[in-house]
């Protein structure tokens, strides 16, 4: 979910390969009807498998975009709407799905297979212009070995953050350029309203909280719980990252310990879902139409948790084991409609700008 999910982080630790183009590097313009064009951030990847049995499937090839972070990603497809890169774009969260929506990015389409996914997910039941495709949590992480070391419980909750025991512990990502940054305020804007949200951060920021650009930084730099962190000095044991970042961790080291080094604070996640959606004026909407089917298919939504770190919206789609032992999706995460969002966004992050940054 952008630079987002734990692809990045993997791929920041040089552990894992994402994915720059499929299909062939002969690829025409998606006029060629049998060429399906896939506009993505950085942080999309399926297994080759996968992809190659839905071409031979469906009989079209996949070319695919990636157009930076997901915040990146939807602004240019915003202002290339008229003229689109591609047929499919995939990215949009429910932090932006209203910039989105009102500016008139997405066609109507009901995917095939849309009866498995759960209501929570379909944000825009009525006209169907999105598909949800997968979901996550940010949450604070934190690094076991330094609360132990300190003899120090890991905070549990927002509440906790504040308190002066975790003073000059936490780094998180600028609202205004993060999606993890905007998940967090999000959720602290659902936890304490309109009315405290403002308050809470002016607490935050006198308890030491350090700001920087994007997860990468937050999490690979500054965080001196990931493998990169430790590789890089890190010294924050607090950082806000996903559910998932845990599972990563065990995952990708080697040898692989018995338990993940991270853990999460419970009580500061907040819900993120993500969509794609066949863009408005696609070339090949046809082939747009079968791959968005593909994208809530059993094979696809079972292959993707261990490529880009996030759950399946599927109902009835496995998931992998070190997801249930060391990343459980959040029981009781901040959640907000979409139109809240939409409402106060802007807002909330130039207020949040003022407040923390300035």
Same mark, same amino acid.
């Given at each position: 979910m952008h630079t987002k999910t734990l692809v990045a982080a993997t791929a920041g630790l040089g552990l +894992?390969?994402?994915?720059?183009?499929? $299909? /062939?590097?002969?690829?025409? =313009?998606?006029?060629?009807?049998?060429?399906?064009?896939?506009?993505?951030?950085? /942080?999309?990847?399926? /297994?080759?498998?996968?992809?190659?049995?839905?071409?031979?499937?469906? &009989?079209?090839?996949?070319?695919?975009?990636? @157009?930076?972070?997901? &915040?990146?990603?939807?602004? %240019?497809? +915003?202002?290339?709407? #008229?003229?689109?890169?591609? =047929?499919? !774009?995939? &990215?949009? #969260?429910?932090?932006?799905?209203?910039? *989105?929506? @009102?500016?008139?990015? !997405?066609?109507?389409?009901? *995917?095939?297979?849309?009866?498995? +996914?759960? *209501?929570?997910?379909?944000l825009d039941r009525a006209e169907h212009r999105v598909t949800p495709v997968d979901y996550g949590d940010i949450c604070v992480n934190y690094d076991k070995k330094y609360f132990a070391d300190h003899k120090l419980a890991p905070p549990a909750s927002f509440d906790d953050l504040v308190k002066p025991a975790y003073k000059n512990l936490l780094v998180t990502e600028n609202a205004s350029t993060s999606s993890p940054g905007l998940g967090f305020l999000l959720g602290s804007a659902a936890?304490?309203? #309109?009315?405290?949200?403002?308050g809470y951060w002016k607490k935050l920021k006198a308890n030491g909280v350090k700001v920087v650009d994007g997860w990468e930084q937050a999490y690979n730099e500054e965080f001196s719980g990931s493998a990169g962190g430790k590789k890089a000095g890190g010294d924050r044991p607090l950082v806000v990252s996903y559910a998932s970042s845990p599972p990563a961790e065990v995952i990708y080291a080697d040898p692989r310990p018995a338990t993940a080094p991270t853990g999460v604070a419970a009580g500061t996640c907040f819900r993120q879902v993500e969509?794609? $959606?066949?863009? /408005?004026?696609?070339?090949?909407? %046809?082939?747009?139409?079968? !791959?968005? =089917?593909?994208?809530?298919?059993?094979?696809f939504q079972e292959d993707m948790p261990l490529n880009m770190f996030v759950y399946p919206v599927r109902q009835g789609a496995a998931v992998p084991a070190e997801f249930t032992q060391f990343g459980p999706a959040a029981k009781d995460p901040q959640t907000m409609a979409p139109d809240r969002i939409a409402a106060h966004r802007d807002q909330w992050v130039a207020s949040w700008t003022s407040i923390v940054l300035k």
């Open positions: +894992v390969a994402t994915l720059s183009a499929c $299909g /062939s590097s002969e690829a025409k =313009d998606s006029a060629d009807t049998k060429t399906v064009t896939l506009v993505s951030h950085d /942080s999309w990847a399926v /297994s080759k498998k996968v992809l190659a049995d839905f071409e031979k499937r469906s &009989g079209y090839r996949v070319r695919v975009l990636k @157009d930076g972070d997901a &915040g990146q990603a939807v602004n %240019k497809a +915003v202002l290339t709407k #008229d003229h689109p890169q591609g =047929d499919v !774009f995939f &990215g949009v #969260d429910n932090t932006l799905l209203s910039r *989105a929506l @009102d500016n008139g990015l !997405f066609q109507p389409y009901r *995917a095939a297979g849309l009866d498995q +996914v759960g *209501a929570a997910y379909q936890r304490y309203g #309109d009315a405290g949200w403002e969509f794609a $959606g066949l863009l /408005s004026n696609a070339k090949n909407s %046809k082939g747009g139409k079968a !791959f968005l =089917d593909f994208l809530v298919s059993q094979e």
